[in-house]
């Protein structure tokens, strides 16, 4: 996750104080939002089916509940750190903000390879992290959902253990649970196509027709697969998807000039998002080291993996053609390359407004589970688009209203928002 002396706690900071300075936040207000109002840090001994115990690292961090509940997945993950996950709970906060739910920002992780954990394991380690956090998350406190590497299945788990220790009926408590336990018509979905909603706008705002388009991903997990798949509902061509290859430790990029079928994806990945490399060769791809993803001649690159994945070292293979990137993955640019893409031209889609699309899904599961009662996937999915387009044209008026880049304009609205709620609060 952290590559190097890459802190992307440090870069959710530096993005902050950018427009703290441009917005003339005040100094007590500025000092709040720039770092977590709270912090869980334990330990989850778990016994494993060979009778030994071993002992996890486990967090749950909630930046900011101004505006509401805090809200953020939770991962699993070999390489998780406490700076990513403070990291990702802040850009939970304006991700929540920028298209106006209320909800406020949360992140947790379990350092763990879920690879090498049987289906047991997984659910002891499940049930371990709400046992160290049942008083201090639940329905009207901090709200968790899936991250990498954890799924509807983990979900549910953590809901069972929430409810026996609490002694009773709250799947308003965590999201993305299994439909028919729950969860929500479209949630498996709504990232990937929240990410491709806000492309959708762009490119019109461009007075590009999406039809004429051709792009490159980087991942092939939830995300990117569905954002493939409606791309190439749409009209686009996809040429290229980059993932991790879980067994020999690398990462490798999928390339057919004539565009890969979306619709294959799932057949050819795992759980995990790594491609199956004799099966995708079957398919006609040609397989590339991974940073040629990023190499590819193409209009649109979708970041849609891991952070700090876009950085000085490659910023500069990025074909001169692209026009529009999209993050659909948190933080995948670092500061100084983003200063790079800043002066290029390229319209850039900010992470926190192009991926929101999978907690303003997790908010309409929320609402539903607290009624008992659910909407049809139709339903949600327009829900979803109206969301998503009207947060992207508002970041986009702020844009050209003030002159500001795109990931500074939704900044802006986001900041603005909390800012607004702490101090109607009388926090500062």
Same mark, same amino acid.
């Given at each position: 996750?952290? %590559?190097?002396?890459?802190?992307?706690?440090?870069?959710?900071?530096?993005?902050?104080?950018?427009?703290? !300075?441009?917005?003339?936040?005040?100094?007590?207000?500025?000092?709040?939002?720039?770092?977590?109002?709270?912090?869980?840090?334990?330990?989850?001994?778990?016994?494993?089916?060979?009778? /030994?115990?071993?002992?996890? &690292?486990?967090?749950?961090?909630?930046?900011?509940?101004?505006?509401?509940?805090?809200?953020? =997945?939770?991962?699993?993950?070999?390489?998780?750190?406490?700076?990513?996950?403070?990291?990702? /709970?802040?850009?939970?906060?304006?991700?929540?903000? #920028?298209?106006?739910?209320?909800?406020?920002?949360?992140?947790? =992780?379990?350092?763990?390879?879920?690879?090498?954990?049987?289906?047991?394991?997984?659910?002891?380690?499940?049930?371990?992290? %709400?046992?160290?956090?049942?008083?201090?998350?639940?329905? #009207?406190?901090? #709200?968790?959902?899936?991250?990498?590497?954890?799924? +509807?299945?983990?979900?549910?788990?953590?809901?069972?253990?929430?409810?026996?220790?609490?002694?009773?009926?709250?799947?308003?408590?965590?999201?993305?649970?299994?439909?028919?336990? =729950? =969860?929500?018509?479209?949630?498996?979905?709504?990232?990937?196509?929240?990410?491709?909603?806000?492309?959708?706008?762009?490119?019109?705002?461009?007075?590009?027709?999406?039809? *004429?388009?051709?792009?490159?991903?980087?991942?092939?997990? *939830?995300?990117?697969?569905?954002?493939?798949?409606?791309?190439?509902?749409?009209?686009?061509?996809? %040429?290229?998807?980059?993932?991790?290859?879980?067994?020999?430790?690398?990462?490798?990029?999928?390339?057919? *000039?004539?565009?890969?079928?979306? !619709?294959?994806?799932?057949?050819?990945?795992?759980?995990?998002?790594?491609?199956?490399?004799?099966?995708?060769?079957?398919?006609?791809?040609?397989?590339?080291?991974? &940073?040629?993803?990023?190499?590819?001649?193409?209009?649109?690159?979708?970041? +849609?993996?891991?952070?700090?994945?876009?950085?000085?070292?490659?910023?500069?293979?990025?074909?001169?053609?692209?026009?529009?990137?999209?993050?659909?993955?948190?933080?995948?640019? &670092?500061?100084?390359? $983003?200063?790079?893409?800043? &002066? /290029?031209?390229?319209?850039?889609?900010? $992470?926190?407004?192009? *991926?929101?699309?999978?907690?303003?899904?997790?908010?309409?599961?929320?609402?539903?589970?607290?009624?008992?009662?659910?909407?049809?996937?139709?339903? %949600?999915?327009?829900?979803?688009?109206?969301?998503?387009?009207?947060?992207?044209?508002?970041?986009? !008026?702020?844009?050209?209203?003030?002159?500001?880049?795109?990931?500074?304009? +939704?900044?802006?609205?986001?900041?603005?928002?909390?800012?607004?709620?702490?101090?109607?609060?009388?926090?500062?």
């Amino acid at each position: 996750m952290t %590559v190097g002396s890459y802190n992307p706690y440090e870069n959710a900071q530096a993005q902050f104080d950018r427009v703290a !300075e441009i917005i003339g936040l005040d100094g007590a207000t500025r000092q709040l939002l720039r770092q977590p109002q709270k912090e869980y840090h334990f330990t989850i001994p778990v016994h494993m089916d060979d009778g /030994s115990t071993r002992i996890f &690292n486990g967090y749950r961090i909630q930046h900011n509940d101004a505006r509401g509940p805090a809200k953020g =997945g939770i991962r699993f993950h070999p390489q998780e750190t406490v700076n990513t996950i403070r990291a990702l /709970s802040m850009w939970m906060t304006w991700k929540c903000a #920028v298209v106006d739910i209320p909800l406020g920002g949360g992140k947790g =992780g379990i350092i763990c390879n879920p690879r090498e954990l049987s289906a047991g394991e997984q659910e002891r380690l499940c049930r371990g992290w %709400v046992r160290q956090l049942a008083k201090d998350i639940g329905p #009207v406190i901090d #709200v968790p959902a899936p991250d990498i590497m954890t799924n +509807a299945q983990h979900m549910l788990w953590m809901l069972d253990e929430f409810e026996l220790i609490h002694g009773g009926r709250y799947p308003g408590f965590i999201t993305g649970k299994p439909v028919g336990m =729950g =969860g929500s018509q479209g949630r498996t979905e709504a990232t990937g196509y929240g990410v491709i909603y806000t492309l959708r706008e762009a490119l019109d705002g461009l007075g590009i027709n999406l039809k *004429n388009t051709t792009a490159s991903i980087q991942g092939c997990g *939830n995300v990117a697969q569905y954002a493939a798949r409606l791309y190439q509902e749409l009209g686009g061509n996809l %040429v290229s998807i980059s993932c991790w290859d879980h067994n020999d430790q690398m990462a490798y990029s999928y390339c057919k *000039n004539d565009g890969l079928d979306a !619709e294959m994806l799932p057949a050819i990945t795992d759980s995990y998002g790594s491609i199956d490399k004799e099966k995708a060769c079957d398919l006609g791809c040609t397989i590339a080291p991974d &940073n040629a993803w990023l190499k590819q001649d193409v209009d649109i690159l979708i970041p +849609a993996a891991m952070e700090n994945q876009i950085t000085t070292a490659n910023v500069g293979l990025i074909s001169k053609n692209v026009k529009v990137i999209v993050e659909g993955a948190n933080g995948p640019i &670092n500061t100084d390359a $983003d200063e790079v893409i800043r &002066n /290029s031209g390229i319209f850039l889609i900010p $992470d926190f407004l192009a *991926n929101a699309g999978g907690v303003t899904c997790s908010y309409f599961e929320q609402v539903q589970s607290n009624a008992n009662y659910y909407w049809e996937k139709e339903e %949600v999915l327009q829900k979803l688009d109206s969301k998503m387009t009207s947060a992207f044209k508002a970041v986009r !008026e702020t844009a050209e209203k003030h002159k500001l880049y795109m990931r500074d304009a +939704a900044y802006f609205i986001s900041i603005n928002r909390v800012a607004e709620a702490v101090k109607m609060r009388g926090w500062v």
